[in-house]
């Protein structure tokens, strides 16, 4: 006898079903962002810069969550087989050949639509040195305009005025 | 004057040496001496020396050290060069270490300055970040402050202050220096054949355990020698090595891409030392003139945001024109994210370019050389057969 509890039984919590309304009503807006007339930008989750985006009232993509959400569903195997194919190292980072490989295959979010390509790349660079080189990669291939905010990391677990004045000037910038 | 032989075989040593004796011989030569320890892939050593001590360049424990403890603290997928930094440490090998920079280079090496806190509470760490953002009101004016913060950090090590003048000697001193290793990289990129790139290595290496002064003297000693000597010139392919700026090859590596045919006529393996390309102003205020240097006159590397994605790869596409080589071969560590998920772009550039490339992975302790000959051998060989130049 399995005992593995049949999906029906799985008891979820009311924050990861809000969750989950949410990223998929944040798919369909992106999948219909042409006829929305809406802009888009691609953005990490660590260090994002939401308030700012949404006062431009553009959308935002999430390579980490495209990534994840392909795994999940069994997917990224052939993609990251295929950006290796197209001349990425096979011990880098599976995030980053994820979501090249997911734009080979033209970008189908989980709801089978394309998403767009992104207006902006707006790289928050807190930290994972991996975050640069991806949106390097990105612009790369898009084409399109980046922009960067740098976060420095806290090496002593403090943030001095220093880090928080850099980050401001960027900001302003 | 000295044979290139005995110099050569002064540098082995060092190489060799993974006790650090010379350096070791230095701090007990006098009281009170401190030695600062860095990883790549670069730090203003200027400070450092300021404050009268040693910069010594942890390059990893190379091909020689049997790791075991450094395995413990990693997954199978961490490059090699944490884990032996961190046997270095294990075994004492670094106990006359008064203090560790940890640059801004990848996850890895930052958090390895995390991990060198808790090993070692009672030496001075500092995570040395640097601005990716090049405007001077901006970057400019964060690293500046954070120069400032190292060098107090510093002062608490040597037990002084460090002045303004001291750092303009130290800036000075370092010029020197800097001009002599662009000196060797340029005579070796003249007449390779009388610069063996397996010399040439040591000889920087040497640079990293040794005062500046006394490194500085060697390489000019090791110019006049090399000069001398009487080397037949070979009709040998001649290439860029690109990628290994952080965990460094073994030296039969090196030798390897020798013996098959390529001459080496520019490296990224010790950025360190030619990070800044021009001279840093040794008038005015010190530290924002090495500020300004760092933000204005630094290398590329796969180390730095590259803010315009037209200029991605023309800093080697250059290097590659100016020291007429007949191509690039990639050569990263295993693991090491910025390398190789900088090769793609740099690859593309280089096509784009029409100048050849290969690209291979090593390990700072790979031992089987026969593939790295073979491949290196068929790059050269396919160059020189079939180049229409």
Redesign the interface.
């Given at each position: 006898m399995s005992t593995k509890p049949d999906v029906a039984d799985v008891v979820k919590e009311r924050s990861m079903l809000m969750q989950k309304e949410m990223i998929a009503g944040n798919y369909d807006q992106l999948t219909m962002a042409g006829e929305l007339g809406k802009k888009v930008s691609s953005t990490y989750v660590p260090g994002n810069l939401n308030e700012l985006i949404m006062c431009f009232d553009m959308l935002n993509n999430l390579p980490e969550i495209n990534a994840i959400n392909n795994a999940m569903r069994k997917k990224s195997g052939g993609m990251i087989r295929d950006a290796e194919k197209?001349?990425?190292?096979e011990?880098?980072?599976t995030y980053?050949k994820a979501d090249i490989g997911n734009m080979a295959k033209g970008s189908i979010a989980p709801n089978g639509k394309p998403m767009p390509a992104p207006d902006l790349l707006l790289?928050s660079?807190t930290?994972?040195?991996?975050f640069?080189?991806?949106f390097?990669?990105l612009?790369?291939q898009y084409?399109c305009r980046?922009t960067?905010l740098?976060v420095?990391?806290e090496?002593?677990g403090k943030i001095?005025d220093?880090?928080r004045?850099?980050v401001v000037?960027?900001l302003k910038? | 004057m000295k044979e290139v032989s005995e110099i050569v075989e002064y540098c082995q040593g060092l190489y060799d040496d993974l006790e650090f004796t010379a350096v070791r011989e230095w701090k007990d030569a006098e009281p009170g001496r401190r030695v600062i320890g860095y990883l790549p892939v670069y730090v203003p050593r200027e400070l450092i020396h300021a404050g009268g001590m040693l910069p010594l360049g942890i390059l990893g424990g190379g091909e020689n050290l049997e790791v075991i403890h450094g395995d413990a603290y990693y997954q199978s997928?961490i490059c090699r060069i944490p884990r032996s930094t961190v046997e270095l440490a294990v075994t004492n090998r670094l106990d006359f270490v008064d203090g560790m920079l940890?640059p801004?280079?990848?996850?890895v090496i930052?958090n390895l300055?995390?991990m060198w806190k808790l090993m070692l509470p009672d030496v001075y760490v500092?995570?040395f970040?640097v601005?990716?953002?090049y405007?001077d009101?901006?970057?400019g004016?964060?690293y500046v402050?954070?120069l400032k913060?190292l060098k107090q950090g510093l002062e608490g090590v040597c037990g002084r202050k460090i002045g303004d003048d001291d750092i303009r000697r130290s800036i000075g001193i370092y010029n020197d220096n800097r001009k002599l290793v662009n000196a060797v990289y340029d005579f070796r990129a003249k007449q390779p054949w009388k610069a063996p790139s397996s010399e040439v290595y040591i000889l920087m290496r040497a640079g990293m355990v040794l005062p500046v002064e006394e490194h500085s003297q060697l390489i000019q000693d090791y110019l006049a020698a090399a000069e001398a000597e009487n080397r037949p010139m070979r009709d040998n392919c001649r290439i860029v090595v690109q990628g290994s700026f952080c965990e460094q090859p073994p030296l039969s590596l090196i030798k390897s891409i020798e013996l098959a045919g390529c001459y080496i006529v520019d490296d990224d393996y010790m950025l360190v030392a030619r990070w800044l390309l021009e001279d840093v102003p040794t008038a005015g205020d010190p530290i924002a003139n090495l500020a300004e240097s760092f933000i204005k006159h630094s290398t590329e590397t796969?180390a730095k945001?590259?803010?315009d994605?037209s200029r991605?790869g023309k800093h080697l596409i250059g290097t590659a024109r100016s020291r007429a080589a007949e191509g690039v071969i990639f050569a990263?560590p295993?693991?090491c994210?910025?390398a190789?998920?900088?090769?793609?772009?740099l690859?593309?550039a280089l096509s784009r370019e029409n100048i050849p490339h290969i690209s291979f992975?090593y390990a700072e302790n790979s031992g089987q050389m026969q593939p790295i000959r073979e491949q290196a051998g068929t790059f050269a060989d396919t160059i020189k057969l079939w180049s229409e130049a």
């Open positions: 197209m001349g990425h190292s011990d880098v980072c980053v790289l660079y930290g994972c040195f991996t640069m080189k991806w390097e990669l612009r790369d084409g980046t960067m740098h420095p990391y090496g002593d001095t220093n880090m004045d850099y000037r960027q910038e | 997928y940890f801004s280079i990848c996850d930052r300055s995390g500092r995570y970040d601005p990716q953002n405007r009101d901006i970057g004016s964060y402050e954070e913060e796969a945001y590259e803010p994605g991605k990263a295993s693991f994210d910025p190789l998920l900088d090769r793609p772009m690859a593309n992975k």
